[in-house]
């Protein structure tokens, strides 16, 4: 993790500590291991330089106070952010044994969830100074603990949308035609951070038959008149993620086109509209999905309609066939249906939406019409 987080206070860390404590517990977990990483940087407002050979873990166990397992030359850093957070800290000193010190924390046995990004080395090591535990992924065993953002996170989740609008804003008013993919997205990465993101995840500008490949990033290609362009961009702005995609064309395009792009747009409305209180993610899914299937390009849509994001750009839950779980208001995901036709151009229309005591509310707001550039 990179760049300045808002500070929330010591309150709200704790209630954050609590609350996973207490999931963790109702899971039937022994504790949480928390590594260097989002759920630190959510948890505690904790965020390392970057994860390293060398042990940090947050340790949350039902019945003890949240303790920071730390390397001694890290702690003064850490300290700083524990009095943010009020954690106790452990550090330890190289030549010491990181394992043992944290095994001394926890319950000899049980399981605990363990952050994803955990390096093996660490969770290797801990197997074998606690025989006796097992490990479980903790989005796979808690996979909304971050999903239902408060009101704060609702405003800064907001912000992050209003900045990737801007970005937009601007990017359509610049020649796209004649130049190279990779000098639009050098753009779109500068306008974001124009607007405020101090942290850019990626900037996809995929021109042409470059389109139809949804993992496309940015190359070489030349943009030309007639290409339809796809434009997916987002990053963090104040530790929050912002992520849309609008497809422009490069003058005037044709009817085909404009029906390709009217159905991913009707496809997107519909997801939008699926998003309430109690539906199932899978439910935004199937909504959008139905649209294209309808239209013929079922096969064409090759990617799950959207995914959750808060203090990471990607993140559960997914909306996807199979996944149950209600909405609940607070949650934020992204509603991005896409058609992609091999060897011409595909189109994706991406919005962040949060859902409301009663429906949802988009955090992107620029037009979702077709927009024609030079
Ligand atoms: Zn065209
Ligand atoms: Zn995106
Ligand atoms: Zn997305």
């Not at 808002?6 to 977990?29: I, K, N, T, W």
């Not at 106070?65 to 524990?82: F, G, I, K, Q, W």
């Not at 290797?124 to 408060?150: C, F, H, I, N, W």
């Not at 990053?235 to 044709?254: A, I, N």
């Amino acid at each position: 993790m990179t760049g300045t987080h808002v500070s929330f206070s010591a309150d709200d860390y704790r209630v954050r500590m609590e609350r996973a404590a207490r999931e963790a517990h109702a899971a039937g977990l022994a504790g949480l291991l928390i590594a260097p990483g989002p759920d630190l940087v959510w948890l505690t407002g904790y965020a390392p330089p970057a994860a390293t050979e060398r042990l940090t873990l947050l340790v949350l166990t039902p019945d003890r106070e949240p303790v920071l397992v730390v390397p001694a030359l890290e702690a003064p850093d850490a300290a700083e952010a524990a009095g943010a957070s009020a954690l106790a800290l452990r550090d330890w000193t190289d030549g010491k044994d990181p394992y043992a010190t944290t095994a001394e924390l926890l319950p000899g046995s049980g399981r605990f969830g363990i952050s994803d990004n955990a390096w093996a080395l660490h969770l290797l090591a801990l197997q074998g100074a606690l025989p006796d535990s097992s490990y479980a992924s903790l989005t796979e065993v808690l996979p909304m603990l971050r999903a239902v953002k408060d009101a704060a996170e609702l405003e800064l989740m907001t912000a992050a949308g209003a900045a990737a609008d801007a970005a937009f804003e601007q990017i359509r008013q610049v020649a796209f035609g004649g130049r190279r993919e990779t000098e639009v997205a050098a753009d779109l990465a500068a306008l974001l951070r124009r607007f405020g993101h101090e942290q850019v995840d990626f900037t996809i500008v995929a021109s042409g038959p470059n389109g139809a490949n949804p993992h496309h990033e940015a190359g070489d290609r030349v943009i030309e008149r007639g290409d339809m362009v796809v434009l997916d961009f987002g990053g963090l702005k104040d530790g929050y993620g912002s992520d849309t995609s609008r497809t422009v064309h490069v003058g005037e395009p044709t009817d085909e086109e404009r029906r390709v792009h009217d159905l991913v747009r009707t496809a997107q409305q519909a997801g939008y509209d699926a998003v309430r209180p109690g539906a199932a993610c899978q439910d935004v899914d199937r909504a959008a999905r139905a649209v294209i299937a309808d239209a013929g390009h079922g096969d064409r849509f090759i990617h799950r309609t959207g995914h959750g994001i808060g203090v990471t750009t990607h993140e559960p839950p997914y909306m996807i066939e199979g996944e149950e779980r209600p909405l609940v208001p607070g949650m934020c995901f992204s509603v991005e249906p896409g058609v992609y036709l091999p060897g011409r151009f595909g189109v994706r229309i991406e919005d962040i939406v949060t859902v409301t005591q009663d429906g949802a509310r988009r955090l992107n707001n620029t037009t979702r019409e077709m927009v024609v550039v030079d």
